[in-house]
């Protein structure tokens, strides 16, 4: 059975970082595509980063490229999204997923879901 678990999630003032944590049991992230996204309320839910190739390749919505930064720790089976210079619009519930069939900052194809930490930047 898949879990995925974030953490790291919390209040912050504008210019604030935080780091967030997903971690899995029952499946390997290894070479598959992970990605971190986010819904605000009343509001779509939206890629922010994914990554694959086991750390080789990432990408980012341009709302938050040159202020996130996604990576992978293999041995510890972890996907991090460290955020920098966060702003009161990054506020939302920011998930992990994963189990795409693609490299894809879409949501829908992602099978499996963690339960989300609450991310609130306030000005």
């Known amino acids: 059975q898949v879990q995925l678990v974030e953490s790291g999630g919390g209040s912050v003032q504008a210019g604030g970082s935080l780091r967030l944590s997903c971690a899995a049991s029952?499946?390997?992230?290894?070479?598959?595509?992970v990605g971190w996204f986010r819904q605000a309320p009343g509001k779509e839910r939206e890629g922010v980063a994914i990554?694959?190739?086991?750390?080789?390749?990432?990408d980012y919505a341009a709302s938050v490229k040159g202020r996130f930064t996604i990576s992978q720790d293999n041995a510890k089976n972890t996907v991090y999204l460290q955020m920098n210079s966060l702003k009161p619009e990054d506020t939302a519930m920011y998930y992990c997923?994963?189990?795409?069939?693609?490299?894809?900052?879409?949501?829908?194809?992602?099978?499996?879901w963690g339960q989300g930490t609450q991310v609130t930047v306030s000005s």
């Open positions: 990554i694959w190739a086991g750390g080789g390749g990432t």
């Open positions: 029952g499946y390997t992230f290894g070479n598959n595509c």
């Open positions: 997923a994963t189990g795409s069939r693609f490299v894809s900052m879409s949501a829908r194809w992602y099978k499996h």
